[in-house]
């Protein structure tokens, strides 16, 4: 396994230090060393000096969830992330991906998600086909919401309807590419994802993009990997919050007391924490966890669910309890994969809400 000069000096760095240690989600989770940044880096500091061979630490590189927050408490500047993602490439350059891996780049390959699914639900196939005509505003639902939570993406349309926007919804809208660049990183095959997304989304001038991730991917990664983006990419929050400030969304109020739960990409990323609480508050009383806004701990995903649903489980379950610590009896989300790991977990004590189901009125399980 090759990695690049910078990537052996951060691991180098990282393996020494345990500053992070309390932060990785997956780690607290599982209570197992081997799943936080430092013992990854020890891993590959070992395999670059030929001590192990890659296929003993590749499964571990599919423990880290790259929401960095490992990287956000760094003060000295390293980064896991970055040369978790790297070794990713390597083990896939190299033909030594995890079989559970390999099947899922395959499913990305062939049907543009994952999940290796091709039909959309039918409620949300109908939803679609209300704005399947061209406007100049496209909301993008992403994969997950797709063909993992069609309800979510339906009822984010339905929100869109009820403040009277003109928008246009594609049945066969192509992956972002996110979910490779998970799983492979900066492969070629993840570029071409990309530019056939982008392709599509400089046809308008505004581009709404519901999955935080895909915000990410299309305002940030996008740059990165070289691939041109002309239309004005917005996330749905943000959109939602102009909508909110305008008048033209009027939720009422639902006499709730929730606890918002920042996802990463929204606000490490982005820094974009106060669109969804102005959402929020107009129809909610609001409070926060203890870990908020930059500090947000991640609650799950959908993809890494598919090869660690124990572990995903876990995640989610500590984040409920986190809330229930300060009391809270309701978690409201802009994440529709940490929303579905939230969901996943078999209890009765916290309810579990999208930012859409909020504003809409609607109740958890609807």
């Not at 802009?334 to 809400?353: C, G, M, N, W």
Request: proline share 4%.
């Amino acid at each position: 396994m090759i990695l690049s000069e910078k990537s052996k000096q951060h691991a180098d760095a990282c393996r020494f230090c345990w500053m992070c240690h309390h932060i990785c989600p997956i780690g607290n989770a599982t209570g197992l060393e081997r799943c936080t940044a430092r013992a990854r880096a020890l891993g590959l500091s070992l395999v670059s000096r030929g001590a192990i061979e890659p296929t003993e630490i590749v499964d571990n590189l599919y423990e880290c969830c790259t929401c960095g927050g490992c990287v956000n408490v760094c003060v000295t500047g390293w980064d896991p992330v970055a040369f978790t993602k790297e070794a990713r490439l390597q083990a896939a350059l190299d033909g030594i991906l995890p079989p559970a891996i390999e099947k899922l780049v395959d499913n990305c390959l062939s049907t543009g998600n994952a999940y290796g699914k091709a039909e959309l639900d039918a409620a949300l196939r109908a939803a679609i086909s209300r704005h399947a005509a061209p406007t100049d505003t496209l909301l993008f639902l992403g994969v997950d919401a797709r063909y993992q939570a069609p309800q979510q993406a339906e009822h984010a349309i339905r929100l869109l309807e009820s403040a009277g926007v003109s928008f246009t919804v594609c049945e066969d809208e192509p992956p972002s590419g996110v979910q490779l660049d998970f799983l492979i990183g900066a492969a070629e095959e993840t570029k071409t994802q990309m530019t056939a997304a982008a392709a599509l989304l400089n046809r308008y001038d505004t581009v709404i993009l519901y999955d935080p991730v895909d915000a990410k991917a299309v305002r940030q990664q996008y740059r990165e990997y070289g691939v041109e983006l002309t239309a004005k990419a917005v996330t749905f929050t943000a959109f939602c919050a102009g909508l909110l400030e305008q008048g033209a969304l009027k939720p009422a109020p639902s006499g709730k007391a929730v606890v918002y739960q920042d996802p990463y990409a929204l606000a490490r990323d982005l820094e974009e924490t106060e669109e969804p609480r102005a959402l929020i508050s107009a129809c909610a009383d609001l409070s926060e966890f203890l870990c908020n806004r930059r500090e947000t701990v991640w609650a799950g995903n959908l993809l890494m669910a598919q090869y660690l649903p124990d572990v995903i489980e876990k995640v989610a379950a500590h984040r409920i309890a986190d809330a229930e610590r300060i009391g809270a009896t309701v978690i409201v989300t802009a994440s529709v994969s940490e929303y579905a790991a939230l969901r996943s977990v078999p209890q009765d004590k916290v309810e579990i809400l999208s930012i859409e189901d909020l504003l809409l009125g609607e109740t958890e399980g609807c």
